[in-house]
């Protein structure tokens, strides 16, 4: 009786999904930040896989914050400016950079925040004789020495976030950018893909049970975005200070 019952039941449960692969990565731009006057914020694919859309982002000494919007068709793969974000890149950036996964609520980033200790120095561990001082008989640093090294202690608000027991995105003393370096798939493939900042920010893919595969060729990535179909994997791949290269995968499940 318990037999079928198992049986019965591993005929109703669910197959599980077929490993996806990814094609090499395609160049489709070159991009200088130095050109495009910002720094690499947003990347979003247009609902018909056309066309994708790229914002760069410069804040001057007093805080002001300049956004600069440009479309790069793949028939001409060529960044042209534009006013304003398309009608379609903020509704795909809301999925893509959602606190969970676009299929299910259960698969979601975890925020915490705690504050970090940094010390530009190590404190000195002979005190004033190993600098040339006179020899009072005391070992050790000296108070002075003690305090002059605490000084040097800076704290800073460290921001993680992770998703199943992964860190994808860390940000220490800066505003915390959802989708920077993750991005959700579509809900028709339920993962999420992250750039792994301790592997040589190469991209990884990451589903609900905390599976996950790297991909290769993807290193020094940044902004990965799917498209909607879930055919297509697009990231910046980084290639000097202010030079990067649009690449796109195709996707295959």
């Known amino acids: 009786m318990h037999v079928l019952l198992l049986l019965l039941l591993g005929l109703h449960a669910p197959a599980a999904p077929a490993p996806l692969t990814f094609s090499a990565p395609v160049p489709v731009a070159h991009l200088d930040t130095g050109k495009l006057d910002g720094e690499l914020t947003q990347l979003a694919w247009s609902p018909d896989g056309s066309q994708l859309y790229l914002r760069t982002t410069k804040s001057d000494r007093f805080g002001n914050v300049q956004n600069r919007h440009y479309v790069i068709a ?58 040339g001082g006179v020899d009072t008989g005391a070992t050790g640093p000296s108070v002075s020495d003690m305090a002059a090294a605490a000084r040097t202690r800076q704290s800073a608000n460290d921001v993680l976030l992770t998703a199943a027991g992964h860190l994808i995105g860390e940000w ?27 592997h040589g920010d190469r ?41 990067y290269t649009l690449e796109i995968m195709t996707v295959n499940r």
């Open 74 to 131: 793949l028939s001409d793969k060529s960044p042209k400016r534009v006013n304003t974000a398309p009608g379609w890149a903020p509704s795909y950036w809301r999925w893509k950079s959602s606190p969970s996964s676009p299929g299910s609520g259960a698969f979601h980033i975890k925020v915490e925040s705690r504050q970090k200790t940094f010390q530009g120095v190590a404190t000195p561990m002979g005190g004033d004789l190993a600098k």
């Open 172 to 198: 220490v003393n800066e505003p915390v950018q959802p989708g920077l370096t993750f991005g959700w798939s579509p809900a028709s493939v339920g993962v999420l893909t992250f750039v792994d900042h301790d």
């Open 203 to 243: 991209l990884t893919v990451l589903d609900a049970a905390g599976h996950t595969t790297v991909i290769d060729g993807a290193q020094g990535a940044l902004l990965p975005a799917w498209s909607n179909d879930g055919t297509k994997l697009a990231f910046l791949q980084r290639e000097g200070k202010k030079k």
